[in-house]
């Protein structure tokens, strides 16, 4: 089963604007990871953050999370086209295994 | 640097045919993943291993499905006899380390059509 559930499943925005992305996960987790697909191709790892971090900034992507809702959020500011691809939260199981588990991920479409 | 090298891209068989996916991951990963993405179930792992010795394959759907890693630079993944709904895009993934929160390097993946 899945752990982390995106929201929304897909967006579309015009090239400029920010885009919003969010994660919600069911058990405690280690740290989170955000990773994105382009079409036909395999996921790229953009982010991670620890169970003890809130924030987290890398280039244009900012990401938050929460651990007392256990939910996150990746924002992309100045959306470009070429940030057009599915976005994935991914966490590391936290019953004594090392297990990262996918979510179903946020499909995003920038328009130029 | 060379990344995550899956073989083949693409596989379009009939089912009941012998199905292997190759990869090699990146040097000096010790921890390898393999992947099933379908749009149905998104990404499911299967098994993953460690310094060569599998962890988990409690992900692996039947025991039609196999992996090896005979060593640190080459795993298979093998489907034998394949159904059509085997039909998805299989990654494989490596890791430096089989730490909590190390981030996955991703292939390609193999694009496999059974028919």
């Known amino acids: 089963s899945q752990q982390g559930e995106e929201d929304p499943q897909a967006l579309s925005i015009q090239e400029g604007e920010n885009a919003t992305m969010n994660c919600s996960y069911k058990t405690s987790i280690n740290n989170l990871q955000w990773y994105r697909q382009n079409s036909g191709r395999g996921l790229v790892h953009l982010i991670l953050?620890?169970?003890?971090?809130r924030e987290k900034h890398s280039g244009r992507l900012r990401v938050t999370l929460d651990t007392s809702k256990k939910s996150s959020s990746l924002l992309i500011t100045a959306s470009r086209a070429a940030d057009t691809a599915s976005y994935f939260c991914?966490?590391?199981?936290?019953?004594?295994?090392?297990?990262?588990?996918f979510g179903a991920g946020t499909r995003l479409f920038v328009k130029a | 640097d060379a990344g995550v090298i899956q073989s083949p891209r693409h596989e379009v068989t009939e089912m009941g045919q012998e199905v292997t996916l190759r990869c090699k991951p990146i040097s000096g990963h010790n921890s390898l993943f393999w992947y099933r993405q379908t749009m149905m179930r998104g990404l499911e792992l299967l098994i993953y291993f460690n310094n060569n010795v599998p962890i988990d394959d409690s992900g692996m759907p039947e025991d039609r499905f196999s992996a090896k890693m005979p060593n640190a630079s080459f795993s298979t993944l093998k489907i034998q006899p394949s159904e059509p709904r085997d039909s998805a895009v299989y990654f494989c993934?490596?890791?430096?380390?089989?730490?909590?929160?190390?981030?996955?390097?991703f292939g390609d993946g193999t694009r496999l059509s059974i028919l």
């Open positions: 993934a490596s890791s430096s380390f089989q730490g909590i929160g190390q981030p996955q390097h």
């Open positions: 991914a966490t590391d199981n936290n019953t004594g295994g090392f297990k990262t588990i």
């Open positions: 953050i620890r169970s003890n971090e």
